[in-house]
């Protein structure tokens, strides 16, 4: 629980924060960033590194 709160608090708020910016970037740099999150929200969920993206989305709604 103390992860998902540290997720919350730093990589959302700055992906959040930083969204006019992102959405003004090179596709390149925007699949990176969100490459990254999705690797955190993998930690977070105790999920191995190739768990599929939609049902890593679709575990975190379900179980928030």
Known sequence: NLIRTIYFAVAQSISSYGIAIWSGTYEK????????????????LDKPKLYPTNLLFFFNLKYS
């Open 29 to 44: 740099h925007f699949t990176s960033l969100i490459t990254t999150l999705n690797s955190l929200l993998r930690l977070i």
